[in-house]
């Protein structure tokens, strides 16, 4: 009743930029984070950037001063701006949403990934 749907992946060289978006749709009583992790081959997955319920922010170290994380509640979506791609940024990423239903019910929901590809 709740999906997470990504966009905005895709293959770009490295120095380049993507930005990539994910929108929360269903029976939606409140959203209370959002936030964006990454797998790459091999590898757990990680967080990249969130919004806490709080509202702050928190971002991995290795994306810091390069990636930024935003959204528009009014469309319950979320967005990662990634600029100064490496090759290392490569994975799929996943947007995370801890959501509660109009039922009353809280959990977290994940998208079905977006695949970002650095080239070097």
């Known amino acids: 009743q709740v999906q997470l749907v990504e966009s905005g992946g895709g293959l770009v060289q490295a120095g380049g930029s993507l930005r990539l978006s994910c929108a929360a749709s269903?029976?939606?009583?409140?959203?209370?984070?959002m936030g964006w992790y990454r797998q790459a081959p091999g590898k757990q997955r990680e967080l990249v950037a969130a919004?806490?319920?709080?509202?702050?922010?928190n971002y991995a170290d290795s994306v810091k001063g390069r990636f930024t994380i935003s959204r528009d509640n009014a469309k319950n979506t979320v967005y990662l701006q990634m600029n100064s791609l490496k090759p290392e940024d490569t994975a799929v990423y996943y947007c995370?949403?801890?959501?509660?239903?109009?039922?009353?019910?809280?959990?977290?929901?994940w998208g079905q990934g977006t695949q970002v590809t650095v080239s070097s």
């Open positions: 995370n949403s801890r959501i509660t239903t109009i039922g009353q019910i809280t959990r977290n929901y």
């Open positions: 919004f806490t319920s709080g509202g702050s922010t």
């Open positions: 269903g029976s939606i009583f409140s959203i209370n984070a």
